[in-house]
Nanobody, 124 residues
Framework: QVQLVESGGGLVQAGDSLRLSCAASRRTFSDRSMGWFRQAPGKEREFVAAINWSGKITYYVDSVKGRFTISRDSAKNTMYLQMNSLKPEDTAVYYC?????????????????WGQGTQVTVSS
């Protein structure tokens, strides 16, 4: 079983930055792809970013390209999402997820484990 714990959310103003962290409980983190998803009130959960097991392949949803950066530190069993130039439309609960294998994917169904979520609120 892999447990994931997100942290780093908060209330910020438009244009500010936040860094989310996702700490995994086991070393199996190093063999899996990882991803970030978000869910705004009244909306479906949507893909934000994903990274492969080595950290060399990343995917982003178009709306965050150039503003968000996903990364991972296997020595710390931790994944990050650096979010810059935040916009009110980025407001959501952000979830980290661990994939079933080493390759990243944009589909939520391909992820085996999920964190509890962390709230990000961006005021205008």
């Amino acid at each position: 079983q892999v447990q994931l714990v997100e942290s780093g959310g908060g209330l910020v103003q438009a244009g500010d930055s936040l860094r989310l962290s996702c700490a995994a409980s086991r070393r199996t983190f190093s063999d899996r792809s990882m991803g970030w998803f978000r869910q705004a009130p009244g909306k479906e959960r949507e893909f934000v970013a994903a990274i492969n097991w080595s950290g060399k392949i990343t995917y982003y949803v178009d709306s965050v390209k150039g503003r968000f950066t996903i990364s991972r530190d296997s020595a710390k069993n931790t994944m990050y999402l650096q979010m810059n130039s935040l916009k009110p439309e980025d407001t959501a609960v952000y979830y980290c997820a661990a994939g079933r294998g080493p390759y990243p994917n944009i589909l939520a169904g391909t992820y085996a484990y999920w964190g509890q979520g962390t709230q990000v609120t961006v005021s205008s």
